[in-house]
C-alpha cells in the first residue's frame, strides 16, 4: 500500500516568541527579523521534517524603522543553520531551491505574510500550524491549531505589525 503523502506547515509558536526577535542599532534604532520554520503532520502529531525536503528550511523577513517606516524587506526563503550535509541532502535541498528560482508567481507579493503564502504554496505546504497552549521542549507535549495556509497572510503580517509596535509603542500600524 502506498503511504500517504506527507502534509506539511509553516510553524509558529505561542505568541511567536521563538520566530520573531528584535533588536536595537547601536544608535536606538528599532529592528527585527521573523523566521518561520516548516513541520511535517503525522497522524495528527506535529513533528521535525527531519532529514526531510524542509528541514532547516525558513522563510524569513527582516524590518527596520530606517526603512520604508517598519515594513518587513529582505523576503526570503533559505536553509538555515545547517551544521552538517552530505550528498543526499545537498541534492534535496537544491531540489527545492531550484523550484523556489524556478516559481512563477500569479503577482507581486504586497507584504511579506502574502510572499510566504505564494512560495509556500509553491513548494506544496499547505498548513499553518500554531501553537495554542501548553510549552514543552518537543511538539507532542503542545497543543496546536491547524489551519489552511490562506491563513498565514494575516497571521504572520498581523504579527509582525504587533512586534514593530511593541518596539515602537509610538508607531502607526506597520
Not at 524542509?54 to 524590518?63: E, I
Not at 518537543?138 to 495556509?149: A, F, G, K, L, S
Amino acid at each position: 500500500m502506498k503511504e500517504p503523502k506527507p502534509v506539511y506547515g509553516l510553524y509558529l509558536s505561542k505568541n511567536a516568541e521563538h520566530e520573531v526577535k528584535l533588536e536595537t542599532d547601536y544608535d536606538g534604532t528599532a529592528r527585527g527579523t521573523m523566521e518561520v520554520s516548516v513541520v511535517k503532520l503525522e497522524n495528527g502529531k506535529v513533528r521535525n521534517d527531519s532529514h526531510g525536503p524542509f528541514d532547516d528550511l525558513v522563510f524569513r523577513c527582516t524590518w527596520s524603522e530606517k526603512l520604508d517606516d517598519g515594513r518587513p524587506y529582505a523576503w526570503e526563503v533559505e536553509y538555515r543553520q545547517v551544521y552538517a550535509v552530505d550528498l543526499a541532502n545537498a541534492e534535496r535541498m537544491l531540489k527545492v531551491l531550484r523550484k523556489l528560482h524556478r516559481a512563477k508567481l500569479p503577482l507581486q507579493p504586497a507584504t511579506f505574510g502574502q510572499y510566504a503564502v505564494l512560495m509556500a504554496r509553491v513548494l506544496g505546504i499547505g498548513k499553518l500550524v500554531q501553537c495554542t497552549e501548553k510549552w514543552g521542549s518537543m511538539y507532542t507535549e503542545m497543543e496546536h491549531r491547524v489551519d489552511d495556509i490562506s491563513m498565514a497572510q494575516g497571521v504572520l503580517d498581523r504579527t509582525i505589525s504587533e512586534a514593530y509596535r511593541k518596539q515602537k509603542p509610538e508607531a502607526v500600524s506597520a
